[in-house]
């Protein structure tokens, strides 16, 4: 168009690979950003450890379809013994999973639901 000013926009494909990797992140984004979960020592903290046990590694693939009863059942390896995860933090997951639910059904939280997404 003739008189107009701007830049084009072009849409990012991420490789399988790419997106599997940023996924990850995500659910480290969140859980740190939001759930206040320390970034020091991540790797060894009670819930990174119970998640993962569960296999819940990514954000969109795997945290946002857990059930109440999911978090309530999660479990990690603490001195050899399987030690379930202290209520304090399944009520946190418990609280970041109802928030993400409520902001993907609030029409005024696109914006959100596009960052928590990727997209």
């Known amino acids: 168009m003739s008189g107009t000013t701007g830049t084009a926009s072009t849409a990012v494909t991420l490789t399988p690979a790419e997106e599997k990797a940023a996924d990850k992140a995500r659910l480290l984004t ?12 991540y790797k060894t903290h009670p819930i990174v450890l119970s998640l993962k ?12 379809h857990m059930t109440a009863a999911n978090i309530d059942s999660l479990q990690y390896e603490k001195s050899g013994a399987l030690v379930p995860l202290e209520m304090n933090h399944k009520m946190m997951l418990r609280a970041l999973l109802a928030c993400y639910h409520h902001l993907s ?5 696109i914006l959100s639901r596009k960052l928590l997404h990727g997209a």
Do not use: Q
Not at 53 to 64: A, E, Q, Y
């Open 53 to 64: 046990r569960d296999g819940i590694v990514g954000f969109n693939t795997h945290f946002i």
């Open 30 to 41: 969140v859980l740190v950003s939001v759930g206040g979960m320390p970034y020091a020592g």
């Open 105 to 109: 059904e609030t029409p005024s939280m």
